[in-house]
């Protein structure tokens, strides 16, 4: 009791101190300290193995990823790109769909494998370029970006190429597609109840007259370049979005070559060629240099919550909890739902939730005598609910990005990335129990 109490604390004490912008290598390390203390964990042991391999493990997973994201974010910020991308997109749109442009630019990047991260620093230029135009205050971003990734396509999308997706194929013998019935329509009804919420609180945010204004400290000087006649001809400013696309799908279906690794090769040439195209509207040295300082700098405070995690993970009392939590004597779906987003919560992972719960549970599942292809939607949607919590890589790194603070942005991520796709959960059990797959 003393270490599940322990757990709490430094769950409460990991999200204050996000909410007072605290640096995350002293957060998730305060969080680790707490876990420790109370679990009576060998101090060294515990962050040497624990808390270091953790940290060490994503970062070296995801070193290049990172910094050629951040590089290529900036080459197109930098250079007046994304802005003229941006005025392009409001032109054919207008500036009452720019949401519907991000959460469909979103979805389509995800459904095609890119990572949540990447997307975040792929994406981040065209919306603060399209927030500014539309003069949308930049609280929204994050749930903007961020919502299609991390519910529609984490999730609910038969098909789906996340790993998410892929962990229940192992313990139900099904495919990535498996519950096409039940998935469509929680990811029609997830993205509705979306896009109808932030554009509901866009319609507030204006009546209380409220404007896009910069993050502290970012320039956004470059958003001016195509007003003033300085951004790249619009053909060349789509030019490394396409090729990016293009090798990274291309290399993904053609080569044997890791996923992680086709869309590295891809986001590299993207950064050549924007580099090469943009050279006389950017200083080139200047914009992969602070793109690479920017991008590790996400990278480290990123790695240092999976830190936290492991130390998490590795305590006594986290074992307890997750031991109660799957033998529950509860109907199989209704234990699943609970305890997929209690452990994800902790964790603040989607995917550790999910196989936490089937590395226990899931034979007995396979064997309960349901539809597996219902199993395999329900338990994936289930995993897209309270993961979502502050303390979540992805909200950490989107945070990162835009410059923006917990504080300002975490009321509609939770609304948009926890609320609504646990809704969509417990609808999927629902749809299960009418044999609905």
Not at 409 to 428: E, N
Request: hydrophobic letters at 50%; glycine letters at 10%.
């Amino acid at each position: 009791m003393f270490g599940i109490l322990g757990i709490l604390i430094a769950i409460i004490c990991v999200i204050s101190l996000i909410w007072k912008n605290w640096h995350m290598a002293v957060v998730s390390l305060a969080g680790a300290l707490i876990v420790i203390l109370f679990n009576g964990m060998d101090p060294v042991g515990a962050l040497k193995g624990d808390f270091m391999k953790g940290m060490a493990g994503f970062a070296g997973n995801w070193y290049l990823l990172f910094m050629l994201g951040a590089i290529f974010g900036k080459v197109m910020g930098d250079s007046g790109a994304s802005v003229g991308i941006a005025n392009r997109m409001l032109k054919l749109i207008g500036e009452k769909s720019v949401v519907l442009v991000i959460m469909l630019t979103g979805l389509v990047l995800s459904y095609g494998g890119i990572g949540t991260f990447i997307i975040a620093f792929s994406l981040y230029p065209i919306a603060v370029a399209l927030f500014q135009k539309a003069d949308i205050p930049k609280k929204l971003i994050v749930a903007t970006i961020m919502v299609c990734p991390v519910t529609v396509c984490m999730a609910m999308l038969p098909g789906s190429p996340s790993t998410q997706n892929l962990i229940p194929t192992t313990y139900f013998g099904t495919t990535a597609y498996a519950g096409p019935t039940i998935g469509i329509i929680c990811s029609i009804i997830m993205f509705i109840a979306a896009y109808t919420y932030l554009n509901w609180q866009i319609k507030k945010a204006k009546a209380n007259n409220e404007h896009f204004q910069p993050s502290e400290g970012e320039d956004l000087s470059a958003l001016a370049a195509v007003d003033q006649g300085k951004a790249p001809s619009i053909g060349a400013c789509f030019v490394p979005i396409i090729l990016l696309l293009v090798l990274m799908f291309g290399l993904q279906f053609t080569t044997k070559i890791p996923s992680a690794y086709t869309v590295a090769i891809a986001m590299a040439v993207a950064c050549v060629a924007g580099c090469i195209l943009y050279k006389d509207k950017l200083d080139v040295k200047k914009a992969v240099c602070d793109g690479a300082s920017g991008g590790l700098g996400s990278l480290i405070a990123t790695s240092s919550i999976m830190g936290f995690g492991s130390v998490v993970s590795a305590s006594p009392a986290y074992s307890s909890i997750t031991t109660a939590l799957v033998n529950m004597q509860a109907d199989p779906l209704i234990t699943a739902l609970i305890s997929i987003n209690v452990i994800a919560a902790i964790t603040g992972s989607s995917a550790g939730g999910l196989n936490i719960f089937l590395s226990s549970m899931g034979n007995y599942l396979a064997g309960s005598g349901l539809n597996l292809s219902m199993l395999h939607r329900v338990v994936c949607i289930a995993s897209s609910g309270f993961d979502a919590m502050p303390h979540a890589s992805g909200m950490v790194v989107c945070n990162q990005i835009a410059k923006t603070s917990q504080r300002d942005t975490y009321k509609y991520v939770f609304v948009t990335c926890a609320v609504m796709p646990f809704c969509c959960a417990i609808l999927a059990c629902i749809l299960g129990k009418m044999s609905i797959v």
